[in-house]
C-alpha cells in the first residue's frame, strides 16, 4: 500500500481521519459512493472541503493511486468529484486510480480551490 508522505493525516482538531495506518489483512475496503445529505454535519462538510482541498494541493488534475486514503472519507467524494481513474476499475485495491473531477469538484467545493 502506497502511503502518500505529506498528505494530512486527518482534520485538525478532530477525530476526522484522511489517511489510514497499515493495510488491512483481508484487503482494502472497497470504495462506494456514500449518499451526502443536506442536513449533513458543518464538521462533517468541512471535512469534505479540506480533504479534497489537500486532494487537490496533492495531486492537481493527475490521476492519483489510493494507497493510503480513508475508503470512508473518499466514500463522501467518490462518484462525484472524485472518480475512478482507470478502467476496468477495482474498489478493492489500495492500487486502484482515482482522478478529480475538476469541473464538479470546484461547483460543489469553490472553497477547496481559493488558495489554487
Not at 459512493?33 to 443536506?38: D, G, H, I, S
Not at 472541503?49 to 472519507?73: C, I, K, M, S, T
Amino acid at each position: 500500500m502506497l502511503k502518500h508522505r505529506g498528505f494530512p493525516g486527518r482534520l485538525p482538531g478532530t477525530d476526522l481521519q484522511f489517511t489510514i495506518r497499515r493495510a488491512a489483512r483481508d484487503g482494502a475496503t472497497p470504495l462506494k459512493a456514500r449518499e451526502r445529505f443536506a442536513d449533513r454535519r458543518p464538521l462533517d462538510r468541512a471535512a469534505d472541503r479540506e480533504f479534497l482541498a489537500a486532494l487537490w494541493a496533492q495531486f492537481g488534475a493527475e490521476p492519483f493511486e489510493r494507497g493510503n486514503l480513508d475508503a470512508g472519507r473518499l466514500g463522501w467524494l467518490f462518484g462525484r468529484e472524485i472518480l475512478p481513474a482507470d478502467d476496468p476499475f477495482d474498489p478493492a485495491s489500495y492500487e486502484a486510480r482515482l482522478v478529480i473531477d475538476e469541473a464538479r469538484a470546484r461547483a460543489s467545493f469553490p472553497e477547496a480551490f481559493e488558495d489554487g
